[in-house]
């Protein structure tokens, strides 16, 4: 259950609505989705968010889909159930085949064993795989 009740454009401050209507021209639809609902409780947080989200979302070094599926592992390492759905919706819809995904959570389920194995066995990390700067 929601700790907050999700806010209709009826009940959002104007400055929730302002961000409601950039979400919907971004995303080209008029559905606002329970996230950015919750958040208009605070529609500087709100604004905050939605403007670092389509930023770091955008098209760039790395293409859509491969944002949204890194989306869906760090969502499923860290449990976020809503994120979850969204970001799976969200990969779909960029091209995520059901191929693509159940090897993603091959990977990921991979990683999640071993990053385990490596902490409990505290290995130190060979001199050859440490990042320095450039």
């Known amino acids: ?6 806010l209709s454009d009826d009940q959002a401050s104007p400055e929730s609505c302002a961000t409601f209507e950039a979400i919907r021209a971004a995303r080209g639809t008029d559905y606002v989705n329970n ?7 605070d529609p500087a947080l709100l604004a905050a968010t939605w403007n670092r ?3 770091v979302m955008a098209p760039g070094a790395l293409d859509p889909l491969t944002k949204e599926l890194v989306y869906l592992a760090v969502s499923v390492a860290n449990g976020c ?6 970001h ?5 819809a960029k091209g995520m085949s059901d191929a693509q995904h159940a090897e993603l959570l091959a990977v990921i389920a991979m990683a999640s064993q071993t990053n385990a194995l ?6 130190p990390v060979d001199e050859r795989f440490r990042v320095t700067s450039p």
Do not use: E, G, K
Request: proline share 3%.
């Open 1 to 6: 259950m929601a700790t907050v009740p999700m």
């Open 35 to 41: 996230f950015w609902r919750a958040l208009a409780h």
């Open 53 to 55: 989200l389509a930023q």
């Open 81 to 86: 159930d809503y994120c979850i759905h969204s």
């Open 88 to 92: 799976t919706a969200a990969a779909r």
């Open 118 to 123: 490596a902490t409990a066995l505290s290995v």
